[in-house]
């Protein structure tokens, strides 16, 4: 996966040159992270905040998976603690509990453009991946085994498995989802050319290696200069 987004980006790169618009800007991010298990009891999370910078490139002439594509390097912030529910025979009850701050390189390829590159506002659709360079996390899930004792009675033993450190090899690093983004008209202010553009996308994967997962779900707002070698 590593490698498909590393290609992915020299790619972008490579097509940059030859674009008839490109932007670039800076974005104010929002994490959400979600579970949609329904054998949990309970989920609390706090949104965080963050920064991105983002460069973005279109032209309507090149084919399908070229046409508008943006990378950028963006630091995320979240929070969440799922609760799963104990079955009447002691089963389950596990807990995940994660804070964690992220460093990644993000591609969205947006090759569905509802025929609006070559408009003022624009609405696309497509692919987000995401690999985290560096993660700050606190935290831990557990997991409970069944055990027998000495006399042949059965219990449940929970497990600890911590979540803290640099680079937790427990929580994945790459991972990706579908993305829409919403892009209005650009205005002038002086002598430049700005946009602000919507994005959202999620994951499909879960945010952890092991343990009881859950799903990110990310908001993006950019304001971005608009460079266009039309004019």
């Known amino acids: ?30 994490t959400h992270l979600w579970q949609s ?19 973005r490139y279109q032209n309507p002439t090149f084919l399908l998976l070229l046409k508008n594509n943006e990378i950028g390097f963006e630091h995320s912030r979240g929070e969440v603690w799922i609760q799963q529910h104990t079955s009447p025979g002691g089963a389950g009850g596990n807990y995940t509990y994660l ?38 996390s606190d935290g831990y899930f557990t997991i409970r085994k069944v055990k027998w004792d000495a006399m042949g009675n059965l219990f449940f033993e929970k497990t600890y498995n911590y979540l803290d450190g640099k680079n937790n090899p427990n929580i994945r690093r ?16 002086g002598k430049l050319n700005l946009r602000s553009r919507y994005d959202v996308s999620t994951t499909i994967f879960g945010e952890l290696n092991n343990g009881m997962n859950f799903n990110n779900l990310r908001q993006r707002f950019t304001l971005s200069i608009v460079w266009d070698k039309q004019k």
């Open 1 to 30: 996966m590593k490698h498909l987004l590393t290609g992915l980006i020299l790619l972008t790169w490579g097509c940059t040159a030859q674009a008839q618009t490109w932007e670039t800007g800076l974005a104010i991010n929002k």
């Open 37 to 55: 298990d329904s054998y949990i009891d309970y989920t609390g999370r706090t949104e965080g905040l963050g920064v991105s910078i983002m460069a």
């Open 99 to 136: 804070k964690y701050s992220t460093t990644s390189v993000t591609l969205n390829n947006y090759f569905a453009n509802f025929g609006t590159l070559k408009k003022g506002f624009q609405v696309s659709m497509g692919l987000h991946y995401n690999y985290k360079i560096n993660t700050l």
């Open 174 to 189: 790459f991972n990706m989802g579908p993305t829409i983004g919403i892009a209005f008209r650009p205005f002038q202010v």
